[in-house]
Each structure stands twice: as structure tokens, then as C-alpha cells.
């Protein structure tokens, strides 16, 4: 529809955590400069059909049984702290964390306050983003904004004149920029998960494709029959809370047990028998207990900006894998030698004393070993094999006390503090990546081809409790693990999906009329099935960001390509489309990983991009200059009080 004459239109699609941090940094720039009488009147738009505010990934009405990945510290969707010395605060910016304690001292509970430290439900998190989107609504309606709420899905967007038409199924809608906050959107499948739903469909199977875990209908498994799983990360420990804990099953806490044997699983009877695998043989190794997002006293001492800058100065280009990982190896064994740990061996052959003393006179020459014992955390039972199915449950049960162990010693554990560094530097080159100062060649085939699972499995997993769960169910032959390397197929003889790893030897495969894929939707444009997505490159009005690998052959990157910060959509003619902002996932080709939120107190460079970006398309979209824009002082506004 048309919109009034002297009006500006602003529309945003996704009203998920980056389209309520667009809303909140639109709020922030119009608080500090006061559009005046001349101005044209602004409207803001917001389009989802999930919940405004959390979008479906955060809905507080999920399970309360899904947690977050990270401590309650961390994510916050407005600036906070020292980030706001950088990016204004608006007068409702508040973390998760600050908003949580409000909501404790709100209710007047007689429960202690909040641990920053634990692991909130991602329900809770999802309130706290509905509050935040309401405030921010409210303060930018108190600015004289008119604000609309959409409970709708935008299918389409071309240009038309100087602005671009959205269509809807409720009508059609002009406005002067778009932003789009997509987030998790349906993807095609690839080759096997097409084969896979087409014997499912001749063969009258069960094929569950990759999905957010809160679209799937995990009812459909059956109680004591196999379930092949293909994935052991974040989403499998979804799938397994879901089919035990909310089938009424329980956890007996073993008080006087050590970790890992802390819980035994009481079934119900109800549960399916999950038959999992993923290429590495082991689920993601499980956070520490040491409180914060980075653990206190981590420190990068060779990966350093010095360092880099010196690299970059010799080499004019950063390559991963010559320039960069021999810096970070070199921290990831200093920071474990210098917990002494106890086990005189270390991750090599000499004693630790002998080896640390080596590590500071010669780290060169540990790069070797050093490399290895990383690669180890990510494939612990690579050149191994196994006897049996049992033989092998036996060795994971080992390794899932192990992870239990370490992460209750918290900052005491070598292994997990030199995960922890490990993490640090991907937080590092993370920034390097989004500033465009890594290699594309190097980016592609170092990075996306082994770099980016490595540290995925070992930095991102669970909270502590997790494992322990896991274990427990093991114990209990609720779960058992296919082996590294798995090779899933169909088996049309019998009528069943199989499943089987080439390095454990079994008479037979295991056997399921049930596969699910324990895994996101893959988050690349080119395949995704969103029509809106699919008519940008379809009209030309969006194209892949095209990478080169080492070969010199072009190739498709997992993203849009866009315009430096603010990110605008590039056409497939190559012009920029004025007005036409990307946050979020879609990225992917110019940053490297998706936080699920920006960091309380973190640097718009790093940890809080995802606010950085929100708040560069807010200002380009005000017509306001990063260069001009005055920071104000505390006493000029104050950030809002979250039991307001």
C-alpha cells in the first residue's frame, strides 16, 4: 500500500533478536538527535509471524527444558557496559543479566539472586527479548514514531521508484529501506537428505530434516525402538532432553559420586533408543564450570595485535593456516603448561616441567605436537579402532566421564583452559575475517574446511550438565554412539535406514525405520527456501558474495554479498541496492560465525558486532555520520530501569 506523502517508511523483516537491536539502535540515534518539524514523518514497520521480539528460535513459550549455550552473562541485545562507550544506549537498553535480576527483585522471590554464572532456559531469554522489543516500541512511539506490528511473512521485495514494494499475503507495502533480520530460515537438502526423504517416502519411513529444534515434533519417535541421529551437537543434546526428561523420565542426583557418575537415568519406557553419530565419534565437549564467557586469566600471548599486524606488514595478506595458527597453537600450549598439569605426561611424551621449560625456550619446535593434541580435543579416537559395539560404548563412556571432570575443575583443568584459549583466538580472528584481513583462499580452505568444525566442537558445546546427562544415559542404554565417521544409507532389502562406523567392527549395521537429522537447516542463501531470499537472487536484487580458493576457481560463498558495514545488498548486475540493509546469518560471507547475541560489554569490533552492524544501518538510515556522531556523556541519558 502507498504510504502518506512526507512520510519515510522503514521496514523491518524479522522481528527476532537483530531486528529488537535495529529497534533499539534506531531508538538510541533519534533519542540523541530529535528529528524536528521540518523532518519527514517516520514509520516503522516490523514484519514476522513469529513472536515480536524473540522470533520462534527464542519463544518463550517453548520447553523450558532447552537451555543456552552460553552463561546468563553474555548475550545481551542493546549495548552495555563498555560497549556503550562506542554505541550510544538508548534510554531501555538493557542486558539479559541486568534484566533478569530486575525480574528476581520484581517478584520478591525468596530464591537467592540469579547466577550470571548458570545456564538460563532459552525461554527466559525469549522474555526478556519480548520485554526489550516492547520497550524499545514504546520509546520510539514517545519520539513520535508510529510503529506497526505485522504478524505476517513477507514473501517478496522488488525495487520500485526510490523504494522498494514488499508483498505479504495481507497486501503489499512500500517503503523507503528495508532491513532485513532474517535469522534461521528453511534450506533445501543436500544430495543425501534428498535421497534419504525419497526412500522415506517409497519405503513408508521416517525422515526428520535438519530444523530449529523447536519445529520438531519429537511425539513422532517411538518409545524402545531404534532412532538413527545423524549429529552430536547443540541440536542433539535438544533431542535427547526432549525424548527422556519431557517423556517423564528422570535424573537421580548421586550426591557422593565424582563427575560423570553424578546422575543415573530412571526411565519411563517411553523413550526411543537413540543410535547417534557425527564425524568426529563424540558429541561437542561440554563448557567449562569456570565462570565467564572467556575464563578469567586467559590471556593471547602470541596471537597478539602485534603479532598479526607484523604478519600482515611482511606478508600483505593474512593466510590462516602459515600466518596465524602457529600463533594460536603457541597459546594454546602455554596457557597448558602453565597450569601445571598433573598429569606428568601432558599431551606429549615428556614431563611437563621438561616440556614448558621447551614451550617458552623453543615454541616453534612444539608447533608439531602442539597441533596434534588440538586436533586430538576434536577427534579424540582418530587412528583407532574397535572390537565391537560394546567395545566402543565403553571407550565413549570414558571419554564423557573425562569431559564430566574436566569441566567441573573449572579454570584448574589444563585441557579445558587451553580450550578456552583456542576460544579467545576465534573470537580474535573472527574480527580479522569481518575487517576482510584473512586471505579468501586461505578463509576457504583453512578456515570453512577444518578450522571452523575443529573449534565448534570443542569451544561451543553444552553447559556442564549436560554431559553428565548424556552419560547417564549411556549407562542406561537410553543412547549408544555409532563411532567416528559414520556412513548412514538404506537398506531396501530389509526397509530400513542403516547405519554403521567403518571403524568399529559389527556383524551387522544398526538398523531404524527412523533417521533424524540432529542439525540446523544449512545457512546458505543459495539454498535456501525462503521465497523472499530466493526472489532477491531470482530479481537480481541479491547475489552470493563470490569467493576464490587456492585452486583460483570461483565459488559460491554461504552468504549474500554486501557493501562494507552498513551491509547493503550487491544486484547481480553489481550495483549497490540503496536502502537495502542485511543482519544477522545472511552475512555469513563477510563474517565468520553467528553468535546467538552480542556480548554484555563487548567490543563492537568483536564480541558485539551484531550491535555494531544494527547500529551503522540505523545511522545510514537517519542520514547520520559515524565520523560526526558525539557519544554523550552518562548524565545526558540514562539507560532504562528494567522493572520499569
Known amino acids: 500500500m502507498p504510504h502518506p506523502a512526507g512520510e519515510t517508511v522503514i521496514a523491518v523483516v524479522g522481528a527476532g533478536p537483530r531486528g529488537t537491536s535495529f529497534l533499539d539502535r534506531l531508538l538510541a540515534h533519534l533519542e540523541r538527535s530529535p528529528r524536528s518539524g521540518a523532518d519527514q514523518a517516520l514509520r516503522v514497520i516490523v514484519f514476522d509471524p513469529a513472536p515480536h521480539g524473540p522470533g520462534r528460535v527464542w519463544n518463550p513459550e517453548q520447553s523450558p527444558l532447552y537451555l543456552m549455550n552460553t552463561p546468563a552473562s553474555y548475550p545481551t541485545a542493546a549495548p552495555h557496559g563498555p560497549t556503550c562507550e562506542q554505541l550510544p544506549a538508548s534510554s531501555v537498553s538493557c542486558s539479559f543479566a541486568q534484566w533478569r535480576r530486575s525480574q528476581a527483585s520484581a517478584e520478591q522471590t525468596h530464591q537467592s539472586r540469579p547466577d550470571d554464572a548458570d545456564y538460563p532456559s532459552r525461554a527466559t531469554y525469549g522474555a526478556y527479548l519480548r520485554w526489550l522489543h516492547q520497550q524499545v516500541t514504546a520509546g520510539l512511539e514517545a519520539c513520535g514514531v508510529v510503529v506497526e506490528h505485522r504478524s505476517t511473512q513477507v514473501t517478496r521485495c522488488v525495487r520500485e521508484g526510490g523504494g522498494h514494494l514488499l508483498s505479504a499475503p495481507e497486501g503489499e507495502q512500500r517503503a523507503d529501506a528495508v532491513v532485513l533480520a532474517l535469522g534461521h530460515i528453511p534450506a533445501r537438502l543436500n544430495d543425501a537428505g534428498q535421497r534419504f526423504a525419497q526412500a522415506a517416502q517409497e519405503l513408508g519411513l521416517h525422515y526428520l530434516a535438519p530444523a530449529v529444534p523447536t519445529d520438531v515434533d519429537y511425539d513422532l519417535l517411538p518409545q524402545e525402538e531404534n532412532v538413527l541421529v545423524r549429529g552430536m551437537g547443540l541440536n542433539f543434546f535438544d533431542l535427547m532432553i526432549q525424548v527422556t526428561v519431557a517423556r517423564g523420565g528422570t535424573f537421580r542426583e548421586l550426591s557422593e559420586a565424582q563427575p560423570g557418575r553424578r546422575l543415573e537415568y530412571v526411565p519411563t519406557g517411553r523413550e526411543p533408543r537413540l543410535i547417534a553419530g557425527s564425524r568426529r565419534g563424540t558429541p561437542y565437549r561440554a563448557k567449562s564450570s569456570a565462570p565467564g564467557f572467556i575464563p578469567e586469566g586467559i590471556e593471547l600471548v602470541h596471537f597478539t595485535d602485534e603479532a ?103 579454570a584448574a583443568s589444563p585441557v579445558k583452559m587451553a580450550i578456552a584459549a583456542l576460544h579467545a583466538a576465534r573470537m580474535k580472528l573472527k574480527e580479522l575475517i569481518s575487517e576482510g584481513r584473512v586471505g579468501q583462499s586461505s578463509r576457504i580452505d583453512d578456515v570453512e574446511a577444518w578450522f571452523e568444525s575443529l573449534v565448534e566442537g570443542v569451544a561451543s558445546g553444552p553447559p556442564p550438565q549436560r554431559v553428565e546427562e548424556l552419560a547417564a544415559l ?128 563487548g567490543s563492537p569490533r568483536g564480541s558485539a558486532r551484531s550491535l555494531a552492524d544494527a547500529d551503522a544501518a540505523a545511522r545510514a538510515i537517519l542520514g547520520l555520520s559515524p565520523h560526526t556522531l558525539v557519544l554523550p556523556t552518562t548524565s545526558q541519558i540514562t539507560p532504562a530501569d528494567p522493572q520499569g
Not at 607484523?310 to 597459546?331: C, M
Not at 526472489?535 to 554461504?558: H, N
Open 308 to 410: 598479526i599486524d607484523e604478519a600482515e606488514r611482511r606478508h600483505d595478506f593474512l593466510d590462516f593456516r602459515a600466518h596465524l595458527w602457529p600463533l594460536i597453537l603457541q597459546d594454546v600450549l602455554h596457557t597448558y603448561y602453565r597450569l601445571e598439569p598433573s598429569d606428568p605426561e601432558g599431551p606429549g611424551e615428556q614431563g611437563a616441567e621438561a616440556q614448558a621449560g621447551q614451550e617458552r625456550e623453543h615454541p616453534a619446535e612444539r608447533l608439531p605436537e602442539a597441533e596434534k593434541f588440538v586436533r586430538s580435543l576434536g577427534r579424540p579416537f582418530d587412528g583407532a579402532s574397535f572390537t565391537s559395539h560394546d567395545d566402543y560404548q565403553q571407550h565413549m563412556l570414558s571419554y564423557l566421564v573425562e569431559d564430566a571432570v574436566t569441566s567441573a575443575a573449572g
Open 474 to 601: 549411556a549407562r542406561a542404554g537410553v543412547v549408544e554412539f555409532l563411532g567416528p565417521d559414520p556412513v548412514f544409507d538404506v537398506d531396501r532389502e530389509t526397509g530400513r535406514f542403516t547405519a554403521e562406523s567403518p571403524w568399529v567392527e559389527a556383524d551387522e549395521p544398526y538398523r531404524a525405520g527412523y533417521l533424524l537429522e540432529a542439525m540446523m537447516p544449512a545457512n546458505r542463501v543459495q539454498l535456501s527456501e525462503s521465497p523472499l531470499v530466493a526472489g532477491l537472487l531470482k530479481d537480481g536484487l541479491a547475489r552470493p558474495q563470490e569467493l576464490i580458493d587456492s585452486s583460483g576457481a570461483p565459488r559460491a560463498g554461504k552468504g549474500f554479498d554486501v557493501t562494507p558495514s552498513p551491509h547493503q545488498l550487491i544486484g547481480a548486475d553489481g550495483e549497490v541496492c540503496e536502502g537495502l540493509y542485511v543482519l544477522g546469518l545472511q552475512l555469513s560471507s563477510v563474517q565468520w560465525g553467528t553468535a546467538i547475541a552480542a556480548e554484555a560489554g
